[in-house]
């Protein structure tokens, strides 16, 4: 009997073949990049202050002093939501009174911005804040757009394994980049926030679809080139639903795709279609210059080989003992919170020191060497280590940003970009430590499980972005500090490098803490390089 890996194993492991389907596989993750990011442009907050209309009887003095002084970052700043009452200004300004001599400002009543606001033009033409006035008393609909898309990221989550291993993996990836496609540019047309934000919401149902059908060993370099392509297009389209209209665009080069990435031979045999498969190993033999047998499945073999229905495991499962137990609980917390210090400072960029389109590409570019070094890392150092250093590193000098003087912009984003690199590769190294701490059973379960924590922390993190109208280093004082705990928290996780994958409950290393039951060993070869790294997205 043979199973499809040793049918298969004639094609070696990194043929021409192998490396096509790799790399247009990778490819079809670039619109991830800037397509999960993109809400930092869209909705970006320009500088703003009530409007005073032009019929309001006010001398050019008085339409001067009609917006009062607010602080704001340590400097008295014209505030964003409030005005002195007009009525009373167009009385002063008839009985030919002035401002500040004759009038004491601080003293005047106030009211909000019942003409609307006027915006800054400096950075952004119009995003969808400037659309539909989401500021001052609707400021709180900005971070739940990205939110609602994050929420779209985790319903994606759920349905896309169960769809592929339905509809087969080809067409539910080509589904859902359309998905994406098409519901990015119906954006374009919103005619309202609610609108704009539920085709928001389907495109992340499409985005983390597509991204999990075409997960196959590290895409995350691609994904940090498509938002490195983010800024780019921002930058020099500063109008919002032109800025979407060519984010949109780049998904329709996909298209040709459907004629060369084949289907997944392994799901087509599952299927019982082993024509179709043999058909699909065939060509890759050929492209690979390698002969094929004639009969690479024999039905009976291939029937024969299928393993035995194994017992299913349940939820509870992951809390089956106090050792399971402490460690899910540990690897939940530890995702969940990696998980908002990524997306919280990835979100964040328009607010740091500087301008926001070299902010962002910054944010991007980090990300590179930010999954080298994580690969590195899980090639030779132990786990717990690795995550803790990385960890404590992004936490710490993100909680130090507050320390930094105002006049030194430059060392403020540097930190930044220091913590938003440990952070990117603690993250980069979280499914492969989850991978390997879990047996057989209930590994899946414990993926999804720890994966659906991550998206908790997304949909959180534009509230914690959201702090920073409040105080500037309030975000970075959370965020810094959950990571520096989280960071800590990871050294009393089992050490899993060198050790084989448990195949039984009883096989798990043991938490730290429980030195009651001895830690069970083997040998594996500590230069065995990881097979895979994810991105958050």
Not at 242 to 263: H, K, N, R
């Amino acid at each position: 009997m043979r199973d499809y890996d040793a049918a298969t194993a004639f094609l070696g492991e990194w043929g021409r073949f192998q490396r096509l389907v790799f790399f247009l596989l990778s490819a079809s993750i670039i619109p991830n990049g800037f397509n999960g990011m993109s809400v930092v442009f869209l909705a970006g907050t320009p500088e703003h202050r009530c409007v005073v209309p032009r019929g309001a009887n006010l001398s050019g003095e008085w339409r001067n002093a009609s917006i009062p002084l607010e602080l704001r970052d340590g400097q008295e700043v014209p505030s964003r939501c409030r005005r002195y009452r007009l009525a009373a200004l167009a009385n002063f300004s008839a009985l030919g009174l002035r401002p500040g001599s004759d009038v004491e400002l601080e003293a005047l009543e106030q009211e909000p911005c019942l003409d609307g606001w006027e915006y800054s033009r400096d950075v952004y033409r119009s995003t969808i804040i400037t659309e539909w006035n989401l500021v001052c008393e609707d400021d709180w609909k900005a971070p739940l757009t990205t939110s609602l898309f994050f929420v779209g990221v985790l319903i994606g989550s759920f349905i896309s394994g169960q769809l592929s291993d339905r509809f087969g993996r080809k067409n539910i990836l080509f589904l859902t980049m359309a998905v994406q496609t098409g519901f990015s540019f119906l954006q374009i047309f919103s005619t309202s926030w609610e609108m704009f934000t539920v085709l928001f919401l389907i495109v992340g149902m499409g985005q983390i679809s597509n991204y999990v059908v075409a997960f196959i060993l590290g895409v995350c370099i691609f994904f940090a080139i498509g938002y490195m392509l983010l800024p780019l297009f921002a930058y020099f389209i500063r109008d919002w639903r032109m800025l979407l209209l060519a984010l949109t665009v780049p998904g329709l080069f996909c298209i040709p795709l459907w004629w060369i990435i084949p289907e997944s031979p392994r799901w087509l045999i599952s299927q019982g279609r082993y024509k179709e498969a043999e058909a699909i190993i065939q060509k890759a033999a050929k492209m690979n210059g390698i002969p094929a047998p004639a009969v690479l499945f024999d039905t009976a073999e291939m029937q024969d080989s299928k393993p035995q229905q194994q017992q299913k495991a349940i939820l509870l499962d992951l809390f089956r003992t106090r050792n399971i137990a402490t460690i899910t609980i540990m690897s939940l917390l530890l995702w969940f919170f990696t998980s908002i210090g990524y997306f919280g400072l990835s979100l964040s960029t328009p607010d740091w020191h500087g301008n926001a389109y070299v902010n962002c590409f910054l944010s991007a570019v980090i990300e590179v060497p930010a999954y080298v070094i994580a690969w590195l890392l899980l090639r030779s150092l132990p786990r717990r280590y690795s995550l803790s250093g990385t960890l404590f590193l992004g936490g710490s000098v993100v909680l130090f940003i507050q320390l930094v003087p105002a006049e030194l912009n430059v060392l403020s984003v540097g930190l930044v970009m220091l913590g938003k690199f440990g952070i990117t590769a603690a993250f980069s190294m979280l499914y492969v430590y989850n991978v390997e701490l879990y047996p057989t059973l209930v590994r899946n379960m414990a993926v999804g499980a720890t994966s659906t924590a991550s998206r908790l922390g997304s949909i959180i993190a534009p509230y914690f972005v959201y702090l920073g109208a409040y105080d500037r280093f309030l975000p970075y004082i959370l965020m810094g500090s959950l990571t520096v705990l989280i960071g800590i928290l990871t050294l009393f996780l089992p050490e899993s490098f060198g050790n084989p994958l448990p195949e039984r409950f009883e096989q798990m290393l043991k938490v730290k803490c429980f030195r009651n039951e001895q830690q069970t060993t083997g040998i594996r070869s500590s230069k065995e390089s990881p097979k895979s790294l994810i991105t958050p997205l």
